[in-house]
T-cell receptor, first 114, second 112 residues
Framework: GAGVSQSPRYKVAKRGQDVALRCDPI?????LFWYQQALGQGPEFLTY????????KSGLPSDRFFAERPEGSVSTLKIQRTQQEDSAVYLC????????????FGPGTRLTVT | AQSVSQHNHHVILSEAASLELGCNYS??????LFWYVQYPGQHLQLLLK??????LVKGIKGFEAEFIKSKFSFNLRKPSVQWSDTAEYFC??????????FGGGTRVLVKP
């Protein structure tokens, strides 16, 4: 079956540009997560949705980062006025709302800000 | 806030050697524990997980991990590695809330 998909897979942006990263979760998955993975580090939590509700955005590093999931399915992570420190792989994960709580990860979008 | 430490950043070993990767976390309450693996060019995949019950959990591809609550540890083991185990391994903790907190990862290189 189809897993989590993300697009684009690679994005190069000039400093100051806005970018939008898309995540298509596994069909029927209620929960959706965004993580940021800097080079040589583990993923770090950014934000979490349950259906269309953004229940936790404590990991967003600044107000330049914004995420939405308006219909409870596809999600978009937007970064405004990109800076070099935003360069990272952005991972999306989805899960069902069950006791087993396994998060399924997408391939990520590698963002490079020049 | 919870944190996760993986002691080894890089491990190099030969096929058939035994592997043990350390993971310690800091959180005093109930936790769920995970090991994820990322093979070259692939996305993160779940190796195994601990929620409750038997502290020795078995995962895919012959991996196992032991939860030692008194040591706040969840070490990953495999008795005999293969070249195909070359990958990066991440320990993760779910404590309060729904997010996962990851360690920094351990890159494992298995020489044929």
């Amino acid at each position: 079956g189809a897993g989590v998909s993300q697009s684009p897979r690679y994005k190069v942006a000039k400093r100051g540009q806005d970018v939008a990263l898309r995540c298509d979760p596994i069909s029927g998955h209620v929960s959706l997560f965004w993580y940021q993975q800097a080079l040589g580090q583990g993923p770090e939590f950014l934000t979490y949705f349950q259906n269309e509700a953004q229940l936790d955005k404590s990991g967003l590093p600044s107000d330049r980062f914004f995420a939405e999931r308006p219909e409870g399915s596809v999600s978009t992570l937007k970064i405004q006025r990109t800076q070099q420190e935003d360069s990272a792989v952005y991972l999306c994960a989805s899960s069902t709302r069950t006791a087993t709580y396994e998060q399924y990860f997408g391939p990520g979008t590698r963002l490079t800000v020049t | 806030a919870q944190s996760v430490s993986q002691h080894n950043h890089h491990v190099i070993l030969s096929e058939a050697a035994s592997l043990e990767l350390g993971c310690n976390y800091s959180y005093g309450g109930t936790v769920n524990l995970f090991w994820y693996v990322q093979y070259p060019g692939q996305h993160l995949q779940l190796l195994l997980k601990y929620f409750s019950g038997d502290p020795l959990v078995k995962g895919i591809k012959g991996f196992e991990a032991e939860f030692i609550k008194s040591k706040f540890s969840f070490n990953l083991r495999k008795p005999s590695v293969q070249w195909s185990d070359t990958a990066e391994y991440f320990c993760a903790v779910k404590a309060a809330g729904n997010k996962l907190t990851f360690g920094g990862g351990t890159r494992v290189l298995v020489k044929p």
